[in-house]
């Protein structure tokens, strides 16, 4: 049995970055097909941030272009597909899939590996969803890094846990490119980047407020509390933004 995209499958391209149109419970589903097919499989949570640095980076904008999926995980997306007379129907975040994975391998028995972060948080966040979901299968958490070095340590602790899902918290590009390169030969089956998001669960990186979020406010959120990352910010909310409206406007001019 092979994994093949759903013909129905509604996707449209962002600046040259194909983003695919899926509610959460979708990509649950198509999870779930992916780890029924076999074989090695790459999720991509794509931002506002992804599409910009796939502009200059062909290995990145490739390696996106491969995923088996490429989920919505901005509310920019919305936005710029909205620009083009097309839809996204929903956000999939990196921590809303993280938790919703979490809530499904307690009901399905997937197995979950956690790699990435700085020391200790990825334990941390393992025991935050095993407090939130108790009966999911956390099988291993592991800091390490996509430097070559630590490869070996990575390989034997991804191959002693058998993991299903392993969830990359290396930040874009390198967690993406780390899945595409190591994946299959790490017997992955399903290898998602997550970005920040054991930071997130671990308490070192507050979310925006519920409000912020429904608004999509929560670059106005990251700028408070971080305003050293305003160059990111900038890039990812305005640099973005005007370069997604004029693809529309030439879209729409033919």
Not at 75 to 97: P, Y
Not at 231 to 239: E, H
């Given at each position: 049995m092979t994994f093949q995209r759903p013909a129905d499958l509604a996707s449209l391209e962002i600046l040259r970055v194909r983003v695919d149109d899926v509610t959460m419970d979708e990509t649950i589903e198509l999870i779930a097909a992916m780890l029924a097919a076999g074989g090695a499989h790459q999720i991509a949570t794509?931002?506002?941030?992804?599409?910009?640095?796939?502009?200059?980076?062909?290995?990145?904008?490739?390696t996106l272009a491969a995923s088996s999926l490429s989920v919505p995980d901005g509310?920019?997306?919305?936005?710029?597909?909205?620009?083009?007379?097309?839809?996204?129907?929903?956000?999939?975040?990196?921590?809303?899939?993280t938790e919703r994975l979490a809530a499904e391998s307690a009901l399905r028995g997937?197995?979950?590996?956690?790699l990435?972060?700085?020391?200790?948080?990825?334990?941390?966040?393992?025991?935050?969803?095993?407090?939130?979901?108790?009966?999911?299968?956390?099988?291993?958490?592991?800091?390490?890094?996509?430097?070559?070095?630590?490869?070996?340590?990575i390989a034997d602790e991804i191959r002693r846990s058998q993991p299903d899902i392993v969830l990359v918290a290396y930040g874009a590009p390198a967690q993406d490119l780390w899945i595409r390169?190591?994946?299959?030969?790490?017997g992955i089956k399903l290898g998602i980047g997550v970005g920040g998001t054991f930071d997130d669960l671990a308490g070192l990186r507050p979310r925006a407020p519920q409000w912020m979020r429904k608004f999509g406010l929560e670059w106005l959120w990251r700028l408070i509390r971080h305003p050293q990352r305003w160059?990111?910010?900038?890039?990812?909310?305005?640099?973005f933004g005007w370069a997604a409206w004029r693809e529309a406007q030439r879209i729409k001019r033919g």
């Open positions: 794509v931002n506002p941030e992804f599409v910009m640095a796939a502009q200059d980076n062909v290995a990145f904008r490739a509310t920019g997306l919305l936005h710029a597909a909205r620009w083009q007379g097309k839809q996204l129907r929903s956000k999939v975040t990196g921590i809303d899939l997937w197995k979950i590996f956690l990435g972060a700085a020391d200790g948080v990825a334990a941390k966040a393992a025991a935050v969803l095993q407090q939130r979901y108790p009966n999911c299968q956390i099988v291993g958490t592991w800091a390490g890094s996509p430097r070559e070095l630590d490869q070996p340590a390169r190591y994946g299959a030969e790490l160059r990111r910010i900038f890039t990812a909310v305005v640099l």
